[in-house]
Each structure stands twice: as structure tokens, then as C-alpha cells.
């Protein structure tokens, strides 16, 4: 069993945070707007914090960690399967 074979939806994040040692505020902050797959880039300038019960978007915990990264070739590929599958699962749904 494994994080991939069973289609886990975070699959993603953990190569993210695994592969880049991006911490899980940062992670969390994340949107597509942010990465580039075509030139193989993620861009992290985020946090999803938890504060006071609420979800708040801020700056990431410190300035170093705001970067440009270039993407593996195993990370571009996580990346690109999760894309599809958010963009199926999206279809599925129907206009809202």
C-alpha cells in the first residue's frame, strides 16, 4: 500500500513537502496560479495558518522562505497527474 497506489488525495503534497522540504503552512498555501509547468517552477511566497479556529493566508515564516524552485522531474510529473485528476473530478461535478 502505498500513498499513490491508493489514490490518495494529498499524494501530491507529501512528494511536495517530502522532495522540497516545503514546511505544511506553506504547502497549504499553495494555488496552481503559483506553479509553472511548463517551465518547471514553483513559486512559494505563502502560509495557510490555522489561527484563532480560522484559516488565514499570510506571509511564509520567513523571508528565505519565499522562493522560486525549480521542479524534479519526479515532483513536474506528481504534479501534472494531480492537475488531470482535479480537472476530472471538476467535469464530474458539473457546472455549479
Given at each position: 500500500?502505498?500513498a499513490k497506489?491508493?489514490h490518495d488525495?494529498?499524494?501530491a503534497?507529501y512528494v511536495?513537502?517530502?522532495?522540497?522540504?516545503?514546511?505544511r503552512g506553506?504547502?497549504?498555501?499553495?494555488?496552481?496560479?503559483?506553479?509553472?509547468?511548463?517551465t518547471a517552477?514553483l513559486?512559494?511566497?505563502?502560509?495557510?495558518?490555522r489561527?484563532?479556529?480560522?484559516?488565514v493566508?499570510g506571509?511564509?515564516?520567513?523571508?528565505?522562505s519565499?522562493?522560486i524552485l525549480?521542479?524534479p522531474?519526479f515532483?513536474?510529473?506528481?504534479?501534472?497527474?494531480?492537475y488531470?485528476?482535479?480537472?476530472a473530478?471538476?467535469?464530474?461535478?458539473?457546472?455549479?
Amino acid at each position: 500500500m502505498s500513498a499513490k497506489d491508493d489514490h490518495d488525495p494529498l499524494y501530491a503534497a507529501y512528494v511536495l513537502i517530502l522532495v522540497l522540504g516545503l514546511r505544511r503552512g506553506e504547502m497549504l498555501g499553495l494555488t496552481w496560479p503559483m506553479v509553472d509547468l511548463d517551465t518547471a517552477q514553483l513559486e512559494v511566497g505563502y502560509s495557510l495558518q490555522r489561527i484563532g479556529g480560522r484559516l488565514v493566508r499570510g506571509p511564509t515564516k520567513t523571508e528565505a522562505s519565499d522562493a522560486i524552485l525549480p521542479l524534479p522531474a519526479f515532483c513536474l510529473s506528481t504534479l501534472r497527474l494531480h492537475y488531470r485528476a482535479q480537472a476530472a473530478a471538476k467535469h464530474a461535478a458539473g457546472p455549479f
